[in-house]
């Protein structure tokens, strides 16, 4: 039985990592350890300071939009009250007293809308269940559906007592097919900023006594210790890179795509698979284009992301500029697999590779940077003469049906215990997650815990992808990879006159010269 008393050994302080240790201090656990390769401590979750985990990123969305998946609503909702006490905490505390990366100024979550469009001139079914299930929760007021002339008088009347540019927002996308498509607009929903919420939330469980391991060999897992055979098999702790064993009662592997991994029973239910995200970096002196994508401008936005099992082209997304200038684009209809072979178990298994792993990701699939040149060419055809200025490969760890796995793994006497599957959405709930985990822990059922369960892929049957192994034709082994020449609209010392790209570059007589 996992108690208070419990001796708790974390490996991974990413979203499911942290949650975890916060919400296992907050239910008076005495001794709470995190281990991390990661020097968070020094790095703060930055992306561009070596950091690569799904977590350690600019930006993710919040929303509460699921479809039928009311649990996930719940779980989304239940998080938005406390995002924006931490946005409160964060503003009243002096900057003395906040870990690197974070200062009183920053926002950890803006509410600055998200705006889904289908691919079509009515809501997809997607859309359409979401709206409904949001009816439900009391929530169909902040949604409004571009179609809908009394939604849209809703909004506009909102507009009027507090000037928030939804007009601007609503119509974001209007350049898509020529403003033919439907959509909505989620008022409640917005952008979470995921590399300083994350060193918020460390900053938490530090404040709280979790104790963090970090670095490149003493946070780094090597090797689970275990005693016993058989019935009597147990995990007692773990080996680090450094030599040192660490005693635990209980081992949690909440290693995002490195999960598998280490945990190898985890690998029938766990796939590793990269999403394709680019940046645009806004030059200094472009003003009108720092406000027109600004957050308070500027919504979140998809296209044609119906439900999880989005078309090859399709499962669009973008961000409102952050502080920095950087607007994010996303494209998820396709995600790609790195299958190696697991240097201990000789496994054949997908695998995280990024800019700051051994064997490094430079570029994205050539086919991911032609769909977003094509979609963010048609949207926002003033960005194309900037060009796409860095792409990320970001590790996803989808489960066989998309639902997070929290639970024990079988035949440990519940002394390890896996905390993963983010499946591409799991950023939002890093306030509540962990309240869930320690239920799951301590074998207490609730509303979420059934969905967590350990569970089995069914030979034969549909399993996100992970059925179809490294001959998904989704391998990076097998696919044709873009070149930094391929980031751009126009190619390097091409003229070209009038058209798109005339208008963004303002060459001399509107003959733009090089883009
Ligand atoms: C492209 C993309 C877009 C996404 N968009 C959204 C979104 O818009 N909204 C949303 O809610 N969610 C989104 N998600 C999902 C969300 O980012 C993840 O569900 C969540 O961040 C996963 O957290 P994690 O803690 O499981 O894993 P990770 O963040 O990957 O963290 C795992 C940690 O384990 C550590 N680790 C790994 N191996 C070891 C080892 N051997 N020893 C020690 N430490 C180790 C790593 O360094 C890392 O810190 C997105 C994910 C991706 C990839
Ligand atoms: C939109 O739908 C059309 C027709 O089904 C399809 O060809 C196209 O790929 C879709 N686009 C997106 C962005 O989903």
Same mark, same amino acid.
């Given at each position: ?111 600055? +809308? /998200?705006?889904?469009? !289908?691919? =079509?001139?009515? $809501?997809? %079914? ?7 299930? *949001? ?47 439907? +959509? /909505?607009?989620?008022? !409640?929903? =917005?952008?979470? $900023?995921? %590399? ?7 900053? *938490? ?311």
């Amino acid at each position: 039985m996992t108690t208070t008393g419990s001796k708790i050994a974390i490996i991974g302080a990413g979203v499911f990592g942290l949650s975890t240790a916060l919400h296992l201090k907050k239910q008076g656990y005495k001794d709470v350890t995190v281990f991390d390769y990661q020097p968070y401590d020094q790095n703060a979750y930055n992306p561009s300071e070596g950091c690569d985990s799904a977590s350690a990123d600019v930006n993710k969305i919040y929303r509460c939009s699921y479809g039928d998946e009311i649990e996930y609503q719940d779980l989304a909702l239940s998080g938005r009250p406390i995002w924006l006490e931490w946005n409160e905490q964060l503003r009243s505390t002096p900057a003395d007293q906040l870990p690197k990366g974070l200062t009183p100024e920053d926002d950890l979550f803006i509410p600055c +809308g /998200f705006l889904r469009m !289908s691919n =079509g001139t009515e $809501l997809s %079914d997607y859309d359409k269940e979401c709206l409904v299930q *949001l009816e439900k929760a009391g929530l169909r007021d902040y949604n409004h559906v571009l179609s809908n002339k009394e939604d849209l008088e809703r909004l506009w009347e909102l507009e009027k007592k507090q000037p928030s540019h939804w007009r601007e927002k609503v119509y974001a996308l209007n350049h898509l097919q020529e403003g033919r498509l439907d +959509g /909505f607009i989620d008022t !409640s929903a =917005g952008v979470t $900023l995921a %590399d300083k919420s994350c060193a918020w939330a460390r900053h *938490l469980c530090e404040k709280a006594g979790v104790k963090f391991v970090l670095g490149p060999e003493k946070g780094r897992f090597d090797e689970l210790l275990v005693e016993g055979e058989r019935e009597s098999r147990k995990a007692v702790g773990l080996k680090t890179m450094d030599g040192l064993e660490h005693k635990a009662d209980v081992v949690i592997a909440a290693c995002g795509g490195w999960t598998p991994g280490v945990v190898p029973e985890a690998s029938q239910l766990l796939e590793t698979t990269a999403g394709s995200v680019c940046t645009i970096t806004l030059p200094k002196d472009r003003q009108d284009l720092w406000d027109k994508f600004s957050p308070e401008q500027f919504p979140v936005w998809a296209y044609g992301l119906t439900g999880h099992n989005s078309p090859e082209y399709g499962g669009f997304y973008g961000f409102p500029r952050t502080k920095e200038g950087k607007i994010k684009i996303g494209y998820r209809g396709r995600k790609w697999t790195n299958y190696q072979t697991h240097p201990k178990t000789g496994q054949r298994i997908s695998t995280p590779k990024t800019k700051y792993t051994t064997d490094k990701a430079v570029n994205l699939p050539k086919k991911a940077i032609t769909y977003i040149k094509e979609v963010v060419g048609e949207v926002f055809p003033e960005l194309k003469g900037i060009g796409i200025t860095d792409t990320r490969m970001c590790w996803y760890t989808d489960s066989i049906d998309n639902s997070f796995v929290i639970d024990y793994v079988p035949g440990y006497s519940d002394s390890l215990f896996v905390c993963s599957g983010g499946s591409g959405h799991g950023f939002k709930f890093l306030p509540v997650l962990g309240k869930h985990v320690v239920n799951a822990l301590e074998k207490k059922t609730d509303q979420f815990t059934p969905l967590w369960h350990w569970r089995s892929r069914v030979p034969g049957e549909h399993a996100n992808g992970l059925e179809e192994g490294e001959m998904s034709g989704r391998n990076l082994a097998s696919l044709e990879m873009a070149e930094e020449e391929d980031w751009q609209w126009v190619k390097k010392g091409e003229i070209k006159v009038g058209g798109d790209v005339e208008d963004i570059t303002k060459g001399v007589n509107g003959v733009a010269i090089k883009a």
